[in-house]
Nanobody, 124 residues
Framework: QVQLVESGGGLVQVGGSLRLSCVAS????????MGWFRQAPGKEREFVAV????????YYGDSVKGRFTISGDNAKNTWYLQMNSLKPEATAVYYC?????????????????WGQGTQVTVAS
């Protein structure tokens, strides 16, 4: 079955950390760039980070640079988003997504496969 499944969301205090995981299953992801997006209530889905399939190239949204780190474990077909120094504005549903072209874009419509999302709430 082809799917992306996120986990690791939860409630954290301002300044705290969380690590999100995304497990990918299915052949479409063998060459995919894997991205993370987030969507806060009433807002558009926002690009957070992306990593290429080899794991040697990453790209981040301006709002998370220096605080978030994307990584991957190809052997486990799992990708991670380490989030540090969390701020209240990071509260959102976080989605992992796959771009089977491998292009590492930041546009939502470049990604064909999406997980169901995991809620992150940063309490002040």
């Amino acid at each position: 079955q082809v799917q992306l499944v996120e986990s690791g969301g939860g409630l954290v205090q301002v300044g705290g950390s969380l690590r999100l995981s995304c497990v990918a299953s299915g052949s479409p992801f063998s060459r995919s760039a894997m991205g993370w997006f987030r969507q806060a209530p009433g807002k558009e889905r926002e690009f957070v980070a992306v990593i290429n399939r080899r794991g040697d190239s990453t790209y981040y949204g301006d709002s998370v640079k220096g605080r978030f780190t994307i990584s991957g474990d190809n052997a486990k077909n799992t990708w991670y988003l380490q989030m540090n120094s969390l701020k209240p504005e990071a509260t959102a549903v976080y989605y992992c997504a796959a771009d089977t072209s491998g292009r590492m874009g930041s546009r939502v419509n470049a990604y064909e496969w999406w997980g169901q999302g995991t809620q992150v709430t940063v309490a002040s």
